[in-house]
């Protein structure tokens, strides 16, 4: 059963840094499209960036020259560096998994972890 499991939220203030990492249980990560979405409390769930089967990444606008998603092939892991954070980053942070086109709506993802709680205080 492929479970991503996400690791690496916590508690930091405003402009700090944190790296989330997802590791892929029963996935390779370099045949999937890999993505991070977040959910704020009240809010729907969104897409923050995701990488493409080459590598390449694509980002929210508001997440762009802050955040960077990459992979690793050998440890079949995916990460989230969220650098310069603000408020308004604070959410659960959820790694998913889906086949052929990278999208940004969350139904189109077949596999989700459970997620990991970013706050960012101001």
């Known amino acids: 059963q492929a479970q991503p499991v996400e690791s690496g939220g916590d508690w930091v203030q405003s402009g700090g840094s944190l790296r989330l990492t997802c590791a892929a249980s029963?996935?390779?990560?370099?045949?999937?499209?890999m993505a991070w979405f977040r959910q704020a409390p009240g809010q729907e769930r969104e897409f923050v960036a995701a990488?493409?089967?080459?590598?390449?990444?694509h980002y929210r606008d508001s997440v762009k020259g802050r955040f960077t998603i990459s992979r690793d092939n050998a440890k079949n892991t995916v990460y989230l560096q969220m650098n310069s954070l603000k408020p308004e980053d604070t959410a659960v942070y959820y790694c998913a998994a889906r086949s052929f086109i990278l999208t940004m709506r969350p139904n189109d993802y077949d596999y989700w972890g459970q997620g990991t709680q970013v706050t960012v205080s101001s």
């Open positions: 029963g996935l390779t990560v370099s045949k999937y499209i």
């Open positions: 990488l493409n089967y080459d590598g390449s990444p």
